[in-house]
């Protein structure tokens, strides 16, 4: 279970952080200089996950051995869609990412097929994270 699953379903150790750690309050910031262009800040929050997690798979490339790589979420949604055809695009989109994600680490250009894989591993992460989300696969991207 995660840290924030033990505590929202453990009253005790939800009491023991309200208790010991105080929850910071952030000063109010600049103005917003660039407004977003998207309301699902989840799903892009999560392709920026994956984006990152590319970067720093280039950026130690030559330290990371096949027993330290796991898999990604998006990969254990794999197992969670029943619908074969729905099934069929999301091992393709997980596939492709795995090849466009290789073609990063070797030469370092973030593309606009990168970007997209990235969007459509995060739109499988709702499918193994709370059982919902298989309509979206396949979905064209908006841009």
């Not at 200089?33 to 490339?61: I, M, Q, W």
């Not at 992460?125 to 696969?137: D, L, N, T, V």
């Amino acid at each position: 279970m995660s840290l924030t699953g033990l505590i929202r379903h453990d009253p005790k150790i939800k009491s023991l952080f309200k208790e010991y750690f105080d929850k910071p309050r952030l000063p109010p910031g600049p103005d917003m200089k660039a407004l977003p262009l998207t309301e699902d800040y989840r799903l892009v929050g999560t392709a920026f996950d994956y984006l990152l997690r590319f970067k720093v798979a280039r950026l130690n490339s030559d330290k990371t051995s096949p027993e330290r790589k796991r898999g990604w979420v998006a990969e254990a949604a794999l197992d969670k869609i029943e619908d074969d055809n729905l099934k069929e695009k999301a091992e393709f989109n997980v596939k492709d990412a795995h090849e466009r994600r290789g073609y990063y680490i070797e030469d370092g250009d973030v593309t606009e097929g990168l970007l997209e894989s990235a969007i459509r591993l995060a739109r499988l992460e709702p499918i193994f994270r709370a059982g919902r989300g298989e309509e979206y696969i396949g979905d064209k991207i908006k841009k």
